[in-house]
């Protein structure tokens, strides 16, 4: 057990590093080893090696797991259950696609084939023989960032005569599969893709809808508390606005206010990821002159909470005051504020007491 559970994400500190080291220029128009390198890094929080989630099912007998899933067969050959929806399109064949999976045998504690037991995250291609057919299957049925459990019945899996010694004759398995990416030639390029040049081809229209849609799957990617995925797709969208020139003055005002929604969500998935220098560096640019004030008091709200991380109450109250005069009725500013100003007296006593002691240090001696 003690084994199953280190391969089910248990790993060294070497892998906690996370995709927020990774600039911009290597998320954009990355190549296929940075492809695997982002995603091989990405390993210990998918949800296909979750402990809880594997536990709650292969010591379930599978003629009892299937009755919650779904066929994705006529035959009744693979069954299928979401675990967490995907966005975009379904993978087309000839596509390249990257995947977490987590693969048990009917009767087994232990995952027979994972993901995570290779030096370098695998690329598949749909079609060809790298997959068995119930995974083209599976895959096929599969969107973009989807997570999924899948039972294989012989058929879809290795058959009557299996592939001993390491899978048994006539065995049905489980599988837990993240589609992580899918590459193709023929896709068109995503907005954060396209070259300067390209961008400027654009509306303005287009751009700001394009970069509200990263904005969105980065909200989405927060309810899921998967925080840094988040920054990565507000990063990309403040890349996105950055390389576009605007005509008017109205047009600038529009872009920042934008950005300035991305920023300040940003800051809340950094005060969430605890950090919070960087969380600082991006309150200090969104609330800084050149950009225009925000619509309400979120951004001074989060700014005084890393002041008081900080041990500046007394910046936290001004930061607060100036987002009580954005927002009245917000009633989070008024509570931190009470919080604040109790640390702020703390500290002048604790200021008044040692000045005390020192004077009497100085008095005696």
Do not use: W
């Not at 872009?255 to 600082?280: D, F, G, H, P, R």
């Amino acid at each position: 057990m003690r084994q199953f559970r280190k391969s089910c994400g248990e790993f060294s500190d070497a892998f906690e590093k996370g995709l927020d080291d990774f600039s911009l220029d290597e998320i954009d128009g990355a190549d296929e080893m940075f492809y695997r390198k982002r995603y091989f890094l990405k390993r210990h929080r998918s949800l296909v090696f979750n402990s809880d989630l594997i536990f709650s099912n292969i010591f379930t007998e599978y003629k009892y797991v299937i009755e919650l899933m779904s066929s994705i067969t006529e035959d009744n050959g693979v069954f299928k259950k979401i675990i967490r929806p995907g966005d975009g399109t379904f993978p087309e064949a000839d596509v390249e696609i990257f995947l977490h999976y987590n693969g048990f045998l009917e009767g087994g504690d232990e995952p027979f084939d994972a993901s995570i037991m290779r030096k370098e995250l695998p690329i598949f291609k749909l079609g060809d023989c790298g997959l068995f057919p119930g995974m083209q299957l599976a895959v096929k049925s599969m969107h973009y960032n989807e997570v999924s459990q899948f039972i294989f019945t012989p058929k879809f899996f290795f058959g009557s005569l299996g592939c001993p010694p390491r899978i048994p004759k006539g065995v049905s398995s489980m599988f837990f599969i993240e589609l992580l990416d899918i590459k193709s030639e023929k896709a068109e390029k995503k907005i954060h893709e396209k070259t300067f040049e390209e961008l400027q081809s654009l509306s303005f229209e287009e751009i700001l809808g394009e970069v509200e849609k990263l904005n969105d799957k980065a909200n989405a990617k927060y309810q899921f508390k998967l925080y840094e995925d988040a920054i990565i797709r507000y990063k990309l969208g403040l890349q996105v606005l950055d390389n576009y020139i605007v005509g008017t003055a109205g047009e600038e005002t529009t872009k920042n206010l934008l950005k300035l929604k991305l920023m300040s969500n940003m800051v809340q998935c950094y005060l969430l990821t605890k950090n919070t220098k960087k969380a600082m560096q991006v309150c200090k640019l969104s609330l800084s002159p050149k950009m225009p004030k925000p619509k309400n008091g979120k951004l001074h709200f989060r700014y005084a909470k890393l002041l008081i991380l900080q041990n500046d109450p007394e910046g936290a109250v001004n930061a607060l005051r100036e987002g009580m005069l954005i927002e009245p009725s917000n009633q989070a500013l008024f509570s931190l504020e009470k919080e604040a100003l109790v640390m702020l007296k703390r500290q002048e006593r604790t200021l008044v007491q040692n000045n005390i002691s020192m004077s009497k240090y100085l008095f005696r001696h």
